[in-house]
């Protein structure tokens, strides 16, 4: 026998339990197998593994309607008794710029002017691509975007995927199997998910291939319907994997492509896939690009100022490269002059 227990903070229990219990007697009756017992805050669930986690998921459920609505009703429980867990009650939003209600009840909205236009990019495209520096939430509201398309029944599963590349260190002195070594790459994907979806729900998502993370080599010779697709630090392909990626759009696809052009971990003498593929889609009807700013930044406040200082030691490397091409250019001479001209001045 298996056991699990729930833990309710911050609920009022009379209208989580409803009057004498009835909700978790309602919700003890469709299990009869499994035991759901309810004292003060605490739920505890026994039983065999499959129902139990069932049970799990729906009280996960039921606590993030709580958050939402600040009450469990007869109908309510019976809504999520039922196989369809997600209905249009679930996903309605009180503010135009709430995206969804995470796994906690909290809200998941856009908290800039350019993290509201990456929302609306992608309401209205099926291909967006993303830019921009480091915390600005790109893949936070990506992953968002993508979590509420599954809720409303706008897609079928999710795929994310990031390009694997070593940055400082290499794969194969990382200790465990293939997905032990990939893992850390994708971290920031799970923690995001986890923040919008309870964590059995997400486990039975991903045991079921309803949402998938992989690395970008595992796109190759697939088709993908049905699915919202984001591939996360773009900046990071080469020319032919952008190609392959975006050529797996299938029908009824959304795709997200994110990046930043300032942390490139590709080999020196190796383009990115990110830089070209922006110059030939521009202009391309039904493709959306939104670009972020260090202004857009959510993180610590210093994180801005680090981005803002990386920026200008860039455009100041830019100068001396541009100066560097007119020498080669043969147009140095009149440059110099000026200069000179300027000093003498």
Do not use: C
């Amino acid at each position: 026998m298996v056991e699990k227990v729930i833990i309710l903070e911050n609920i009022s229990l009379i209208d989580f339990l409803g009057t004498e219990n009835q909700n978790i007697k309602q919700l003890a009756a469709a299990f009869p197998s499994s035991k759901i017992i309810s004292r003060g805050n605490e739920i505890k669930i026994q039983g065999q593994t499959p129902e139990i986690t069932k049970i799990h998921e729906i009280l996960g459920s039921l606590i993030d309607h709580y958050h939402k609505f600040g009450k469990i009703t007869h109908s309510s429980v019976n809504r999520y008794l039922s196989a369809d867990s997600f209905t249009d009650e679930e996903v309605i939003v009180t503010s135009p710029n709430v995206i969804i209600y995470g796994s906690q009840g909290g809200v998941i909205k856009a908290k800039t002017p350019n993290q509201q236009k990456l929302v609306d990019a992608v309401e209205k495209n099926d291909l967006v691509f993303a830019l921009g520096p480091a915390g600005t939430g790109k893949t936070y509201v990506s992953v968002a975007m993508a979590v509420r398309a599954l809720k409303n029944k706008e897609v079928k599963k999710i795929i994310i995927s990031r390009p694997v590349v070593e940055a400082g260190e290499s794969l194969g002195f990382l200790p465990g199997d293939m997905k032990e070594k990939v893992d850390p790459y994708l971290r920031p994907i799970y923690d995001a998910l986890e923040d919008m979806i309870p964590t059995e729900k997400l486990k039975y998502y991903q045991e079921n291939k309803i949402i998938e993370i992989a690395p970008l080599a595992y796109m190759r010779g697939r088709t993908l319907n049905n699915a919202f697709v984001l591939l996360d630090e773009a900046q990071n392909t080469t020319p032919a994997q952008m190609k392959m990626f975006l050529t797996r759009m299938g029908p009824n696809a959304k795709v997200m492509v994110n990046g930043d052009w300032s942390q490139v971990d590709l080999p020196r003498n190796q383009r990115s896939g990110l830089m070209e593929v922006l110059n030939i889609l521009r202009g391309v009807k039904g493709i959306a690009f939104v670009e972020m700013s260090a202004e857009d930044v959510v993180r610590h406040r210093l994180v801005r100022d680090i981005v803002q200082a990386y920026s200008k030691l860039e455009e100041e490397r830019r100068a001396v490269r541009e100066e560097a091409k007119a020498l080669d250019n043969g147009s140095a001479i009149p440059y110099n002059n000026q200069r000179r001209q300027r000093q003498a001045d």
